[in-house]
Nanobody, 129 residues
């Protein structure tokens, strides 16, 4: 059974940091690209960041560029999202997702939700002003 489990969300003040983790099981992790998306209340889901299966290629949304970093540990089957200098507008439920990558496609290819077949349940991030 394929499963993605996010953790690390919580309440933080503006300017603070959080690191989200997403542990994967039931899939050949090193052959999947991973992504983070978020959905704020009343808004559509939006892309945050993606990383290629090897980890050599990353893509980050303009809204979080310079503040968020995506990384992965293929030995631990885990993808991370380091979020620094958080802003109230970053408040959302954050989801990780896994997309099959039979060849080494760039992270930008995985910047839309339709590239992903497996999603986690999400973790809430709340940034207070």
């Amino acid at each position: 059974q394929v499963q993605l489990v996010e953790s690390g969300g919580g309440l933080v003040q503006a300017g603070g940091s959080l690191r989200l983790s997403c542990a994967a099981s039931g899939l050949p992790f090193s052959t999947y690209a991973l992504g983070w998306f978020r959905q704020a209340a009343g808004k559509e889901r939006e892309f945050v960041a993606a990383i290629s299966r090897s980890g050599t290629s990353t893509d980050v949304a303009d809204s979080v560029k310079g503040r968020f970093t995506i990384s992965r540990d293929n030995a631990e089957n885990t993808v991370y999202l380091q979020m620094n200098n958080l802003k109230p507008e970053d408040t959302a439920v954050y989801y990780c997702a896994a997309g099959s990558s039979p060849t080494s496609l760039s992270a930008r290819y995985f910047s839309t939700g339709d590239r992903y077949a497996t999603w986690g349940q999400g973790t809430q991030v709340t940034v207070s002003s």
